[in-house]
Structures are given as structure tokens and as C-alpha cells.
């Protein structure tokens, strides 16, 4: 490149840095005023239900596990619906989809209820028609902010792309929370956001993934979570991301047919309402089949850290996680959708392995990512995992584990395959954290992340079983190395002892796909 020209690239770098920058929403205080979870929570039918928890549970939260996606999303369903006061949810994906309609459509339901409905969205994943977004926030009961907003929806799709480049630094920091909080009192959280792959109801491929619902004295710690983000300067009110305003003739008719759409999914996709009325009678019996025992919510700050123009900066959870990884006395096991070692993770598990710990993980295979850029490094890496003592596991997508996670299963078209989204560790088969943090850099240095640490011995056992039936042969292939230090998988899934020298499921595409993309200098971004 000659000198001319790489004068006038960067000329026209700056130029796009200047429109960036011009285009980004003036946060006015006048429309963005703050609001906080209900004082006297208590006082609703939900707040009533869990004022009176089984006698062993005092001064304790309890936690039921969302295994499997159509349960996760009927118990959304029957929260949403016992509602009197408030909900707030706050989520990293929202696609606009069945289970996101049929989800819109509750909580439209519940803001003519009279139930204030506060939502709270990465822009980065939003995949809505803003106008549809629009229609709904012009709801009075509901109130939709957008979290570190790329530009404005006014713009094309260029502006809004010259606004990354314009401050990519802080851009690139996005907010991967995901709560659902019903007056003040249930919560439901995991790993899940909202969209058909997450609750099984996809037809070609579905997440493994894990919620689970949390009652108690932990809950107002989650609530005061949610309001930090909700009222921080990262969090932008939808009109002034959008300037659409709808008429009343068009909300009402928009109301009207999201209603009509919702109702006919509801009869033909999944049996909603059906199967929601018997989880609706299960609420009241909550509390009484709930696991009880100390929690504690973890959750970084609105921005990840103090250095939000930086690529990297620790943040709160995975500081936690490394102190309850260096507690741990005698086993560790988990399941991480993506898994990226950086040079202080390696250490940690030198650290672990002196004490002999033993270390157990689950992540996805080359055959079940749903990242190929995020696999392309972490192949690099699984030799020198391996030689750290990790007993290490790669996913299958046709795990056995779909005919019994998926309730569906026989009304399938096809034989829907898997990929792993579910972020869970158990420490010392006592302790147990379920939440949204992956074991990456992206998780550790640039998205905000939250999740519970579960000390409960009963609850660890509940989840250990899981995360085991997950390892078994016909669910994942387990990796080890041959004399010549040469990567092998267990072949099939009787466990006959036969060995793969090669990624499983996987053509040559693909491989081809993965190996280029590993030269790319990526690994700050994932």
C-alpha cells in the first residue's frame, strides 16, 4: 500500500469514527427515569406463597431445576400469570420467533392486568422489528430499555455498523444476563434466552441447556441486580434508540393480532395452554418441591468493570468462580459451552492438580458447536488440556439424552440434534453454581455475566447426576491422548473401547472451515 493510499484509508477511518460517534443516542434524563423492584412484594399471591417456606428453609432460598426447555418455558408462563405487581426480565437474545411471540404476548397479558412489565435487552442479538417493539413499549405498564445500544434502529444497517467501528472498544461489551423476576419473589435464571433452540422447540437443532427457579432470602440480592442495570447510563430507553411513535389505531390493532398469533401457536405448536394449566396448579406446591439452602448472587457490574475502553478487564463472577475453583478440595465438574483457556486458567489448574483435585469438564464437539470461531482456538488447545489432567468431554449432537430432555420427542419431524448451552459447576459435590458465564475470555473480560453459588450438599447431588448421565458415552466423547501425545475420542456409545483419531460427525468442510479460521487474531473477541 503506498503512502497516498494508506493516508486516505485512514482518513476514511477517521470519517467513520466521526459519523459513529454522532450517531449514538443523547441519553435524556427526562424520559429515562429510575424505578426500583416493589417494597411489599410480600403482599401479593406469590409473596404470600413464599412467606410461610417448609420449616427447615428459614432464613434460606430454595431452587428447582429447569432441566428440560418446554418446562422452562410453561413455568415462565405460569409466573408471568401469577403476577399481580411487577415482572422483570432481562435477557441477552430475544428472537422473534414462537416461544418469543408466545413470550411478548404473556407479558402483554399481564401489563393490561395491571402488572408493570419491565424489559431490558442486549441491542447486539435484537432480532425484532423495532415497530413491534415500539407498539408494545407504547403500552403504558410496559417500559423496554435497550442495553449499550449500537447507534440508533432509526439508522440503516451501515450507520449502525459505523457505530461499532466508531467506539468498538466499549461497543464490544454486551450484556449476557438472563433473569426472569415475578413480583419481586420467584426468579426464574440460567443460561437460557428466549428463542425456540433454547426451549426444545426447534425443529432441526436444540440447546442442552439449564435454568432454575429461586425463592427466599437470595431473591432481593437478585431484584437490586436487575435495578443496577435497569438505571445504570448502559441502559437507554427504547424511544430514543427509536423514534417511531405509534398511533393508538395501530397498537390496538397490533394487540389484537399478536393475541390471535399467540393463541394459534399455542394450540397448534405445542399444546400451550393445555400443558400450561398443569403447571399452573403445580405453583402453589412450589415451595414444597424446591431444595433449600444458602445462595449467593454473583453478577459483574453494569459494563463488566471500571475500564470500559478497554479489551480486557476481570470482572466479579469470574473472580468468584476462581475462588470457588481454588476452595475446592477434591473435585471439580462442569459443563461449558465454550471452552477457551487463558494463561491464568491454566495455572489454576496447576494449582488444582498439586492438590489433586480431580477435574472433570463437558463442552461442545466440532459436531455440536454453535460457534466454529470459538471452537477454531479451543482446538489448538485440547492436547495441552488433556496434559493439565483434565478429564475432558466433547458433546455429541445426537446425545441419548434428547429422547428424555425433549418432551416432543415423537412429535418430531426430524431427529433434532444438540448443542451444549447450559454453564454449570459443582465443587466438591457441596457447592453448585448455575448461571450464564462461560469458560472464555469473552465471559471473563467483556460481557456481563450472572449466575448463583448454591452451597447445598442435596442440590450438588441433584446436579451432579445430571452433569454425569451428560458424560456418559452415548451423550459425549470422552478425548485422550496416545503415546505420541495423538488426540483420540471414544468411537461409539457402547463404550467398546474402538478410538477415533479424528473430530466425530464432522465432513471435511467443516474442518476446513475450523482450521482457517484458527489463523485469524480473534481470540481477544471470543
Known sequence: ?????????????????LSACASQPVIREDVKPES?????????????LFSSPPKHSQQTSGFYLLDKGEEALLWRGALADSSQRTIDAQYYIWNADNVGTIAAEHLLRAANRGVRVRVLIDDFMINANPKHLALLNSHPKVHIRIYNPIGTRDDLSFPRFLSFLGDFSKLNRRMHNKLFIADGNVVIM???????????????????????IVAGQVVPDISRSFD????????????????????????????????????????DFIQFSKTLSEIHGQVSHLPHKMTWGKATVIFDIPGKNEEAGEMKGFGHTGQMLTEAALETRSEILAETPYLLMMPGTFEILDTLKSKGVRVRIITNSLASTDSTPVFSLYRNQRQ????????????RPDAAVRKT???????????????????????DRKRVFIGTFNLDPRSTHLNTEIGLLIDSPE?????????????????????????????????NKNDNGEQLRHDPMTGILKELKVFLISFLPIDRLL
Not at 198 to 208: A, E, I, P, T, V
Request: net charge negative; glycine share 4%.
Open 1 to 17: 500500500m503506498n503512502i497516498n493510499i494508506k493516508k486516505a484509508f485512514l482518513l476514511f477511518i477517521f470519517i467513520l469514527g
Open 459 to 491: 442440590f450438588a447431588l441433584q446436579v451432579t447426576r445430571l452433569l454425569e448421565e451428560d458424560l456418559k458415552p452415548e451423550n459425549s466423547w470422552k478425548l485422550s491422548l496416545n503415546e505420541e501425545g495423538e488426540l483420540l475420542w471414544n468411537a
Open 190 to 212: 440460567g443460561g437460557r434466552n428466549i428463542g425456540d433452540e433454547y426451549f426444545d422447540m426447534h425443529q432441526k437443532r436444540n440447546f442442552r441447556d439449564r435454568d432454575l
Open 384 to 395: 495441552e488440556i488433556l496434559n493439565h489432567d483434565v478429564e475432558l468431554y466433547e458433546f
Open 36 to 48: 426500583f423492584t416493589i417494597q411489599d412484594g410480600e403482599n401479593t399471591w406469590l409473596g404470600k
Open 228 to 267: 443496577l442495570y435497569w438505571n445504570s447510563e448502559w441502559s437507554v430507553p427504547l424511544k430514543q434508540v427509536f423514534s417511531y411513535q405509534p398511533k393508538e389505531a395501530e397498537q390496538k390493532a397490533y394487540y389484537k393480532n399478536l393475541h390471535d398469533h399467540a393463541d394459534k401457536l399455542k394450540t
Open 405 to 427: 430432555l425433549i418432551n416432543r420427542w415423537s412429535l418430531m419431524k426430524e431427529e433434532t440434534l444438540l448443542s451444549l448451552h447450559a454453564k454449570t459447576a459443582v465443587f
